[in-house]
């Protein structure tokens, strides 16, 4: 792992050589994996797909799709796969991809990683191996030790005036449950408690272990310490997937 200035900008300029690819991040609630993205997206050039975001956007803008979304959630029902996967599809079309994209939440689930993995193979059946677009999906998954993340979730306070974040164990704010740009008194989401976190928790390892034993069993998998500064845990991930790709 880089351990100087030196060796990080030489991590970045790796970046910026390599072609990325569709990457996944993936990692527990509370690891930093959109802080990632957004790290990586800078560098790279190429953008974050969430399916959260996706979902937002189909429902706001009144899409076919988005209005099938809106029907299920308002009774109460989880947004199914084949949902999902064709707003996904329809994202991936767009010319903003072919240098690689950030999956950020999908595939969240093995069902998702199968129909990922057929529809690359199919559209890029016959493709040089070159060209970016014929690269397959690598994973990279954020670690981070379980209290560690229960400190980061349970301990995050924000201000409802300006936004600001704070956590009450590595970032508390001068006078303790006041903002310090604002006065306010600061506010704890409902679900960042210990019990949320740890229903939280069982789900993701449930849905997500399928997913990570996928791909690591075809090479396509490796995890870096997330518990470290922004810059060196992106650098982790920039000489994560150039080794990936190096195969």
Same mark, same amino acid.
């Not at 030196?6 to 993936?26: C, D, K, N, V, Y």
């Not at 129909?115 to 493709?127: E, F, I, P, Q, T």
């Not at 936004?163 to 960042?192: F, M, S």
């Not at 996928?214 to 998998?221: E, I």
């Given at each position: 792992?880089?351990?100087?200035?030196?060796?990080?900008?030489?991590?970045?300029?790796?970046?910026?050589?390599?072609?990325?690819?569709?990457?996944?991040?993936?990692?527990?609630?509370?690891?930093?994996?959109? *802080? +990632?993205?957004?790290? /990586?997206?800078?560098?790279?050039?190429?953008?974050?797909?969430?399916?959260?975001? =996706? &979902? !937002?956007?189909?429902?706001?803008?009144?899409?076919?799709?988005?209005?099938?979304?809106?029907?299920?959630?308002?009774?109460?029902?989880?947004?199914?796969?084949?949902?999902?996967?064709?707003?996904?599809?329809?994202?991936?079309?767009?010319?903003?991809?072919?240098?690689?994209?950030?999956?950020?939440?999908?595939?969240?689930?093995?069902?998702?990683?199968?129909?990922?993995?057929?529809?690359?193979?199919?559209?890029?059946?016959?493709?040089?191996? *070159? +060209?970016?677009?014929? /690269?397959?999906?690598?994973?990279?998954?954020?670690?981070?030790?379980?209290?560690? =993340? &229960? !400190?980061?979730?349970?301990?995050?306070?924000?201000?409802?005036?300006?936004?600001?974040?704070?956590?009450?164990?590595?970032?508390?704010?001068?006078?303790?449950?006041?903002?310090?740009?604002?006065?306010?008194?600061?506010?704890?989401?409902?679900?960042?408690?210990?019990?949320?976190?740890?229903?939280?928790?069982?789900?993701?390892?449930?849905?997500?272990?399928?997913?990570?034993?996928?791909?690591?069993?075809?090479?396509?998998?490796?995890?870096?310490?997330?518990?470290?500064?922004?810059?060196?845990?992106?650098?982790?991930?920039?000489?994560?997937?150039?080794? =990936?790709?190096?195969?």
């Amino acid at each position: 792992m880089p351990s100087s200035v030196t060796e990080l900008q030489s991590g970045r300029a790796m970046g910026h050589s390599t072609i990325p690819g569709p990457i996944l991040l993936l990692g527990a609630p509370g690891v930093g994996k959109g *802080t +990632q993205a957004k790290e /990586l997206v800078k560098l790279w050039g190429i953008p974050q797909i969430s399916t959260g975001d =996706l &979902l !937002r956007f189909h429902k706001a803008n009144g899409t076919p799709l988005g209005l099938i979304a809106k029907e299920l959630m308002d009774r109460g029902e989880l947004v199914h796969d084949d949902l999902v996967n064709e707003m996904v599809a329809e994202r991936l079309a767009q010319p903003d991809t072919a240098r690689g994209y950030i999956l950020d939440g999908f595939p969240r689930t093995l069902k998702q990683a199968d129909w990922l993995d057929a529809r690359l193979d199919a559209k890029l059946a016959g493709r040089p191996s *070159t +060209q970016p677009q014929s /690269l397959p999906v690598v994973a990279v998954s954020l670690k981070v030790d379980y209290n560690q =993340l &229960l !400190r980061r979730i349970t301990g995050r306070r924000n201000c409802p005036v300006c936004g600001t974040i704070y956590n009450i164990y590595v970032k508390p704010p001068k006078v303790e449950g006041v903002c310090d740009l604002e006065g306010a008194a600061l506010v704890q989401r409902a679900d960042d408690t210990e019990e949320v976190f740890a229903e939280r928790m069982k789900s993701y390892a449930a849905l997500t272990e399928p997913v990570v034993d996928h791909y690591r069993s075809q090479g396509r998998f490796a995890e870096v310490d997330g518990d470290q500064p922004i810059e060196v845990v992106s650098a982790g991930i920039i000489a994560a997937v150039e080794r =990936l790709r190096a195969k």
